[in-house]
């Protein structure tokens, strides 16, 4: 199906492998069309070991095909009953401290219906309504598995037996979401914008990454520096934002919520997974030797294509950077003609020479927007010197062009303008073509828009009931109620998306943001060092604009203060709390998911975060001593459970 041209580096695994392989045979099984049994699983297992050791030889998609090929042939193979197992291990491993089971797959809606009737059943023979099922959504993070106990970092291995990989810890690898240690199975991941930004010139792609923050040689410096950025993180499971949704509801909204979890993160995922959130459907359900029966991943199947470039456009920003667009030959691809995809920024058209002539190979993923995986066919680059808005002499600032003329460039001008308006969604009126229109009448800020009275509308020659509905537009916008984060957001400060916003506006009111310092703002947890700097320069970008249009009267809803919401639940929501000793009246690991299901974060070691050291059996006075130097406050077994039953 495929021509496979082995680079050295994936020869140097396969030798690892089996040296006595025969590559030229390898490379003859992957163009075949049609394999039997022994041709699926070598092939499958060879690109298993190269994905291993972030070489990957197939995309998900291609791999994912193979596996249902063999799946057709002979359903028992024990190579599909077994968790894909890790060939490059050459370093001793370790049992892990809980059994690590991958997921189902599906990759059709009606596999999703079917696992959806096993869901039904199960509630049916408990006795449990339809109603009351809830199933919880979470993004699939496409990284690398690993099982974290607090100490120790695991590869998942074969599921029961993996390698100790704690040195990605000790090179500085943060866990995502501001999590402790110890919260069990996730993905060490990359954020994708930095990926993009700061390391697709030196990566092919994140696999490569993921491969070297755990590999025993030493740590390239790029990747370095995205683990000290808090770029690369172990992502925990249980921190992954998710959705819960009713059982009737999944179905019908099956669409939306698959678009809203791949816009939820920022990191590369391949699907999302459904599981059910019943303890007792769970339960009842239990495992086969490798998948939950209660819990299935919904995969979101790949295409691509190779396409050519017919011309690269560049278009000016609202920020002033100038994203090069390549229009290309129209192109089906997953059910949409594709004639037009954004490049990440010149550098990349400088240095991976795209430009008119060039062939490029295109992904689609689901519903996401296409991308260049790669260039095949490379042609001179068109650079533009020139702002295509304002003709301003263009600027490198690291990979990108941009237009420096902040003040006075009708492209970041209108985009703006256009941002904000879209982003407040609550008027229809001022879309692309007015905005143009008022723009050219000298009309460069929201404030001047708000202030522009009928007669003027008429007089840029908008007819009269348009100018009169632009102006009732305008008035309305300010009277209905709106979020203050969505408020916030449509300004479009850099790094402030409506996610960032809300959670701000979750710790301060949104006019004393702006006097916030970027050591404040890293208090926050979500926000590290370079988004907190960048953040709080974009704000004094805007503060001037900001209160000239705040000051106009918005009927703005305020966001639920974070300690709110923490003060209206359990006694330890919010809190770290630290179990040590053997406890008396239950197992620690029962008290550990009690606790994280009271909200609390449970730590395996104590820290100057931690709120509490809960005491069993047999613990020593020095540790007891060490906890309370810290400021720790330590309860016995007996006083936490005071604690949590409210006494
Ligand atoms: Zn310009």
């Known amino acids: 199906m495929l021509a496979v041209n082995f680079t050295p580096e994936q020869l140097t695994v396969l030798q690892q492998v089996d040296a006595q392989q025969n590559v030229e045979q390898l490379s003859a099984l992957f163009a075949k069309s049609a394999l039997d049994e022994a041709e699926l699983v070598q092939v499958l297992s060879t690109a298993n070991a190269l994905y291993r ?80 099922i809830e199933l919880r959504v979470t993004p699939k993070l496409d990284g690398y598995a690993a099982y974290d106990d607090g100490k120790t970092l695991y590869t998942r291995g074969d599921g029961y037996r993996g390698q100790d990989i704690s040195r990605a810890f000790a090179r500085g690898l943060k866990v995502a979401a501001k999590g402790e240690r110890g919260l069990g199975p996730g993905e060490i991941v990359i954020k994708k914008s930095y990926f993009d930004e700061e390391l697709s010139e030196f990566f ?6 993921q491969a070297a923050i755990i590999a025993e040689k030493k740590v390239d410096e790029n990747v370095q520096k995205a683990i000290d950025d808090g770029a690369c993180v172990f992502y925990p499971f249980a921190l992954l934002v998710n959705k819960t949704a009713h059982y009737s509801d999944i179905i019908e909204h099956f669409d939306d919520i698959i678009a809203q979890m791949w816009q939820a993160v920022d990191f590369d995922i391949d699907g999302v997974i459904l599981e059910a959130t019943h303890s007792e459907i ?51 691809l997953s059910g949409a003609t594709i004639s037009r995809v954004t490049v990440h920024h010149y550098n990349m058209v400088k240095s991976k020479r795209i430009g008119p002539g060039a062939v490029v190979q295109l992904v689609r993923s689901g519903l996401v927007i296409p991308k260049i995986e790669k260039v095949i066919k490379e042609a001179k680059p068109q650079l533009p010197e020139q702002c295509p808005s304002c003709n301003s002499h263009l600027l490198w600032e690291s990979d990108h062009l941009i237009c420096p003329n902040k003040s006075d460039c009708p492209a ?32 460069k800020h929201i404030h001047e828009i708000y202030q522009l009275q009928v007669h003027q509308f008429a007089s840029f020659g908008f007819g009269d009931k348009t100018a009169q509905n632009l102006f009732d537009q305008l008035k309305a916008s300010r009277e209905i109620e709106i979020e203050d984060w969505r408020f916030l957001s449509a300004f479009g400060v850099s790094r402030l998306g409506a996610g960032n916003c809300e959670n701000l506006l979750q710790h301060h009111s949104i006019t004393a943001l702006f006097d916030l310092t970027a050591a404040e703002l890293v208090k926050i947890d979500g926000f590290a060092q370079l988004s907190a700097e960048a953040i709080v320069e974009g704000l004094a970008n805007i503060k001037a604009e900001f209160f000239k249009v705040y000051q106009l009267g918005f009927n703005l809803a305020a966001t639920p203060k974070a300690s709110a919401q923490v003060e209206s639940s ?78």
């Open 53 to 132: 050791a972030g070489l990957p030889v197939l995309t998900d998609a291609q791999y994912d095909l193979y596996i249902a090929m063999l799946s057709d042939i002979n359903p028992q193979h024990v190579y599909l009953h077994t968790v894909e197992p890790e060939v490059l291990a050459t370093a001793k491993t370790v049992e892990l401290p809980e059994r690590m089971l991958s997921t189902e797959k599906a990759y059709t809606l009606t596999d999703i219906e079917k696992w959806l009737k096993r869901i039904l059943k199960a509630a049916q023979e408990l006795n449990i309504a339809k109603a009351d």
């Open 204 to 209: 092919e792609n994140s696999r490569n990454i």
């Open 282 to 332: 769970k339960a009842h359900m239990g495992a086969t030797r490798k998948n939950h029966r209660w819990q299935i991943a919904y995969k979101v199947n790949e295409e691509s294509a190779e396409v050519e470039v017919v011309n690269i456009i560049p278009q000016t920003s609202r920020t002033g950077r100038i994203s090069p667009v390549a229009e290309l030959v129209p192109t089906k």
């Open 412 to 443: 970041q001008t209108e985009n703006t303008l256009i941002h904000f308006f879209k982003t407040l969604g609550n008027n229809d009126g001022f879309g692309p073509k007015v905005i143009e229109k008022l723009s050219h009448y000298g009309i």
């Open 570 to 647: 359990s006694p330890i929501a919010g809190t770290v709390i630290v179990f040590t000793g053997a406890m008396q009246q239950g197992s620690r690991g029962d008290m550990e998911k009690q606790a994280k299901s009271l909200g609390a974060k449970v730590a395996k070691s104590v820290t100057g975060k931690t709120t509490y050291l809960v005491t069993g059996e047999k613990v020593g006075e020095t540790k007891i001593k060490a906890a309370e130097d810290k400021g720790v406050s330590v309860l016995t077994e007996q006083a936490y459970l005071d604690l949590i039953a409210g006494d």
